[in-house]
Nanobody, 121 residues
Protein backbone atom coordinates (compact mmCIF):
# COMPACT_ATOMS: atom_id res chain seq x y z
CA UNK A 1 0.00 0.00 0.00
CA UNK A 2 1.05 3.56 -0.67
CA UNK A 3 0.00 6.39 1.60
CA UNK A 4 0.56 9.95 0.40
CA UNK A 5 0.39 12.98 2.66
CA UNK A 6 1.47 16.60 2.86
CA UNK A 7 -0.85 18.30 0.42
CA UNK A 8 -2.55 21.59 1.19
CA UNK A 9 -3.14 25.17 0.16
CA UNK A 10 -0.19 27.42 -0.55
CA UNK A 11 0.35 30.73 -2.27
CA UNK A 12 2.22 30.98 -5.54
CA UNK A 13 5.94 31.00 -4.91
CA UNK A 14 5.58 28.94 -1.77
CA UNK A 15 6.71 25.43 -0.93
CA UNK A 16 5.22 22.12 0.12
CA UNK A 17 6.69 18.74 0.93
CA UNK A 18 4.80 15.60 0.06
CA UNK A 19 5.52 12.24 1.65
CA UNK A 20 4.66 8.72 0.57
CA UNK A 21 4.88 5.71 2.86
CA UNK A 22 5.15 2.21 1.43
CA UNK A 23 3.81 -0.66 3.50
CA UNK A 24 3.15 -4.32 2.93
CA UNK A 25 4.82 -5.70 -0.13
CA UNK A 26 8.18 -4.28 -1.12
CA UNK A 27 10.41 -4.90 -4.10
CA UNK A 28 14.05 -4.87 -4.83
CA UNK A 29 15.09 -2.38 -7.48
CA UNK A 30 11.75 -0.64 -7.68
CA UNK A 31 10.97 2.82 -8.94
CA UNK A 32 8.88 5.25 -6.97
CA UNK A 33 7.45 8.47 -8.23
CA UNK A 34 4.67 11.00 -8.54
CA UNK A 35 1.99 11.66 -11.07
CA UNK A 36 -0.58 14.42 -10.86
CA UNK A 37 -3.99 15.16 -12.24
CA UNK A 38 -5.43 18.63 -12.49
CA UNK A 39 -9.18 19.21 -12.76
CA UNK A 40 -10.38 18.39 -16.25
CA UNK A 41 -6.97 17.22 -17.40
CA UNK A 42 -5.22 13.96 -18.06
CA UNK A 43 -3.02 12.40 -15.44
CA UNK A 44 0.58 13.44 -16.07
CA UNK A 45 4.03 12.33 -15.06
CA UNK A 46 5.88 14.50 -12.54
CA UNK A 47 8.98 12.63 -11.39
CA UNK A 48 10.41 9.24 -10.50
CA UNK A 49 13.40 7.93 -8.60
CA UNK A 50 15.14 4.59 -8.90
CA UNK A 51 16.23 2.34 -6.04
CA UNK A 52 19.75 3.69 -6.49
CA UNK A 53 18.67 7.32 -6.50
CA UNK A 54 18.60 8.17 -10.20
CA UNK A 55 15.96 10.81 -10.83
CA UNK A 56 13.82 11.86 -13.77
CA UNK A 57 11.65 14.97 -13.95
CA UNK A 58 9.02 16.40 -16.21
CA UNK A 59 10.24 19.58 -17.87
CA UNK A 60 7.47 21.55 -16.19
CA UNK A 61 8.87 20.88 -12.70
CA UNK A 62 12.59 20.57 -13.37
CA UNK A 63 14.58 22.88 -11.14
CA UNK A 64 11.65 23.44 -8.77
CA UNK A 65 10.78 19.97 -7.50
CA UNK A 66 13.12 17.48 -5.85
CA UNK A 67 12.32 13.83 -5.30
CA UNK A 68 14.10 11.73 -2.69
CA UNK A 69 13.65 8.43 -0.93
CA UNK A 70 14.71 6.63 2.21
CA UNK A 71 14.88 2.93 1.34
CA UNK A 72 15.46 1.87 4.94
CA UNK A 73 12.21 3.52 5.98
CA UNK A 74 10.27 2.76 2.77
CA UNK A 75 9.55 6.45 2.39
CA UNK A 76 9.59 8.83 -0.54
CA UNK A 77 9.42 12.62 -0.56
CA UNK A 78 8.67 15.39 -3.01
CA UNK A 79 9.95 18.83 -2.14
CA UNK A 80 8.07 21.39 -4.21
CA UNK A 81 9.43 24.92 -4.36
CA UNK A 82 8.44 27.99 -6.34
CA UNK A 83 4.96 26.60 -6.74
CA UNK A 84 2.73 27.94 -9.48
CA UNK A 85 -1.05 27.91 -9.86
CA UNK A 86 -0.63 25.41 -12.68
CA UNK A 87 0.86 22.95 -10.19
CA UNK A 88 -2.60 22.65 -8.62
CA UNK A 89 -3.59 18.99 -8.85
CA UNK A 90 -4.11 15.78 -6.97
CA UNK A 91 -0.70 14.20 -6.57
CA UNK A 92 -0.39 10.42 -6.58
CA UNK A 93 2.58 8.43 -5.41
CA UNK A 94 3.33 5.37 -7.50
CA UNK A 95 5.56 2.35 -7.46
CA UNK A 96 6.73 -0.16 -10.03
CA UNK A 97 9.06 -3.08 -9.85
CA UNK A 98 11.66 -3.96 -12.40
CA UNK A 99 14.63 -2.20 -13.87
CA UNK A 100 13.14 0.20 -16.42
CA UNK A 101 12.14 3.79 -15.76
CA UNK A 102 8.88 4.95 -17.26
CA UNK A 103 6.82 8.12 -17.53
CA UNK A 104 3.77 6.16 -18.67
CA UNK A 105 1.12 5.83 -15.99
CA UNK A 106 0.08 2.46 -17.42
CA UNK A 107 3.40 0.97 -16.31
CA UNK A 108 2.71 1.60 -12.63
CA UNK A 109 0.75 -1.07 -10.81
CA UNK A 110 0.65 0.53 -7.39
CA UNK A 111 -0.95 3.89 -6.68
CA UNK A 112 -1.56 5.84 -3.51
CA UNK A 113 -4.86 7.54 -2.78
CA UNK A 114 -3.70 11.00 -3.82
CA UNK A 115 -3.16 14.21 -1.94
CA UNK A 116 -4.51 17.57 -3.11
CA UNK A 117 -2.16 20.47 -3.72
CA UNK A 118 -3.76 23.84 -4.34
CA UNK A 119 -1.65 26.83 -5.33
CA UNK A 120 -3.38 30.19 -5.17
CA UNK A 121 -2.33 33.13 -7.32
Amino acid sequence: QLQASGGGLVQAGGSLRLSCAVSGRTFNNYFMGWFRQAPGKEREFVTIISWGGATFYADSVKGRFTISRDNAKNMMYLQMNSLKPEDTAVYYCVLKGGYTASADARDYDYWGQGTLVTVSS
